[in-house]
């Protein structure tokens, strides 16, 4: 009987701790003024996670990526991918690079689930302290 209780419990820590996934669709909200700007998809290509803009929302006000340089410049927001390369390590996705198009700046990138709904998404130069968090929320 204990040990079939244990084999229970570790079934359920394994569902609930281990089976949750940054895969899926995500809204953004803007770091200065709080409304919702964009969903985003998080998609696995060639074991590594990628994000891409798939639907600008009406509050968004920055729709291309003039900002931006190189293959980015001027590119339309939509299809776009802002997020790239991450890598899993332990709880979270590292080793990996985002984009703000706002100021057209690539910065090295982390994520990470805060239970099932929210994620973290860390821009950062250098060191992870020299950053910020932005919370993404799941679109159901």
């Not at 964009?38 to 998609?43: G, K």
């Not at 291309?64 to 802002?82: E, H, P, T, W």
């Not at 990470?112 to 929320?137: A, C, E, H």
Request: charged fraction near 25%; proline fraction near 2%.
């Amino acid at each position: 009987m204990a040990r079939m209780m244990f084999m229970a419990l570790l079934c359920f820590v394994m569902v609930t701790g281990y089976g949750q996934s940054p895969l899926g669709v995500w809204k953004n909200l803007d770091d200065t003024d709080g409304k919702e700007k964009s969903h985003i998809e998080i998609y696995e290509q060639n074991g590594k996670l990628r994000g891409k803009v798939i639907k600008l929302l009406p509050a968004a006000t920055i729709t291309r990526c003039d900002k931006c340089s190189g293959a980015y410049k001027g590119k339309s927001l939509v299809g776009l991918d802002i997020l790239w390369d991450m890598e899993k390590s332990g709880g979270q996705w590292d080793n990996g690079q985002i984009i703000d198009p706002k100021n057209g700046k690539i910065y090295k990138c982390k994520i990470s689930l805060d239970g099932n709904d929210k994620l973290d998404v860390r821009g950062y130069m250098g060191i992870s302290v020299f950053g910020r968090t932005q919370t993404w929320y799941r679109v159901k």
